[in-house]
């Protein structure tokens, strides 16, 4: 299986990017974060730092791992990859005082 250039330079930005803000978020986050905002905007939900920042990293991670590793350009792999990434930017974004 031959891997195109221009894929495996999107698939390792797509696996880059969040691996980049959870080191970030390690260091500059609080040991608890918020996860979830209620419609008020106080905290709803909670998570230790390491679950709320690695779990979207997994998501991120499997699936550039899936968008390199299939014979076809899937879209929805790149789209569920920049979800992962873009809940790590709402746990910055929630957590950052």
Request: proline residues 5%; charged residues 15%; positive net charge.
């Amino acid at each position: 299986m031959k891997i195109e250039k221009k894929k495996l330079i999107v698939g390792i930005l797509l696996f880059l990017v969040p691996l980049i803000l959870v080191i970030i978020g390690f260091i500059v986050l609080p040991d608890k974060l918020i996860v979830q905002i209620n419609f008020s905007g106080n905290p709803g939900n909670m998570m230790p730092k390491v679950l709320g920042l690695i779990l979207p990293m997994v998501i991120s991670s499997l699936f550039a791992f899936l968008y390199i590793s299939s014979d076809e350009r899937k879209i929805n792999n790149i789209v569920f990859s920049l979800l992962g990434t873009l809940l790590l930017v709402l746990i910055f974004i929630f957590n950052i005082r």
